[in-house]
C-alpha cells in the first residue's frame, strides 16, 4: 500500500520569512513521482512544484524548493520570502510511475502567512 | 485555454436520492480522475478513465459510479445518498495516462446531503 503522511496540521509564517512543510511516504514502487499541490480558499488545486524519484537533484520552482530524501523517504517543501498569497492548504501528493494517474493524498498543512 | 470544468458548483440532495456530477477536461486531454474530498476522510480516489475506459477505481461502494465519453467528458453517478456523501467532489485532468504529464483540477462540485 501507498500512504503519505504529513504530521503538521497547521503551520503560521511571518510574510517574507521562510518555511518548512514536512512530509514522508510509503511505496513499494522504485519509480514515482512526489508533488506538492495547494488548495487556496477558492478551492482550486494548483500544484506547486514536482519531483521524479529516479532524479536525485532537487526541484526548484522560484521561491519554492523541495528537499528530497528518497532512502529516508521524506519529500519536505521550502516557501521562501512566503507572501500573503502562499495561505492555502498543501498537500503532498505520491504518484506510481506507470498506467495510471491515481494520485495518494497526505492529509494536508495549512499554511497562513501572517503580514 | 479553458481549464478543467465541473457542473454544476454546488447541489443540495436529500438523502435517498441520486446526484449525477460532470467534468470537462482540459481540450485534448484524455484522462480524467474524481477524488471525493472530506474534513474527516481527506482527499480520496474515487475512479479514473482513460478514452472511455475505467482503469482504477478506489475503494468506495458500488453506489459511486461514473463514465467517460467519447469527447473525454466525464460524469459520475452517486446513487441512494448517505449523509455521508457530503463532500466537494473533485475532478482532475491529464493529457495522458501515465503519470508523466500534469493533473489539472476543476474548481469541485460541492454536495450537501440533507
Known amino acids: 500500500a501507498q500512504t503519505v503522511t504529513q504530521s503538521q496540521p497547521e503551520m503560521s509564517v511571518q510574510e517574507a520569512e521562510t518555511v518548512t512543510l514536512s512530509c514522508t511516504y510509503d511505496t513499494s514502487e522504485n519509480n514515482y513521482y512526489l508533488f506538492w499541490y495547494k488548495q487556496p480558499p477558492s478551492r482550486q488545486m494548483i500544484l506547486v512544484i514536482r519531483?521524479?524519484?529516479?532524479?536525485?537533484q532537487n526541484a526548484t520552482e522560484n521561491r519554492f524548493s523541495v528537499n528530497f530524501q528518497k532512502a529516508a523517504k521524506s519529500f519536505s517543501l521550502k516557501i521562501s520570502d512566503s507572501q500573503l498569497g502562499d495561505t492555502a492548504m498543501y498537500f503532498c501528493v505520491l504518484l506510481a510511475r506507470g498506467a495510471t494517474n491515481k494520485l495518494i493524498f497526505g492529509t494536508g498543512t495549512l499554511l497562513a502567512v501572517q503580514p | 485555454k479553458a481549464g478543467v470544468t465541473q457542473t454544476p458548483r454546488y447541489l443540495i440532495k436529500t438523502r435517498g436520492q441520486q446526484v449525477t456530477l460532470s467534468c470537462s477536461p482540459i481540450?485534448?486531454?484524455?484522462?480524467v480522475s474524481w477524488y471525493q474530498q472530506t474534513p474527516g476522510q481527506g482527499l480520496q480516489f474515487l475512479f479514473e478513465?482513460?478514452?472511455?475506459?475505467?482503469?482504477n477505481k478506489g475503494n468506495f461502494p458500488g453506489r459511486f459510479s461514473g463514465r467517460q465519453f467519447s469527447n473525454s467528458r466525464s460524469e459520475m453517478n452517486v446513487s441512494t445518498l448517505e449523509l455521508g456523501d457530503s463532500a466537494l467532489y473533485l475532478c482532475a485532468s491529464s493529457l495522458r495516462d501515465r503519470g508523466d504529464t500534469e493533473a489539472f483540477f476543476g474548481q469541485g462540485t460541492r454536495l450537501t446531503v440533507v
Open positions: 519531483q521524479e524519484a529516479y532524479k536525485q
Open positions: 478513465y482513460f478514452s472511455e475506459t475505467q482503469r
Open positions: 481540450s485534448g486531454h484524455r484522462s
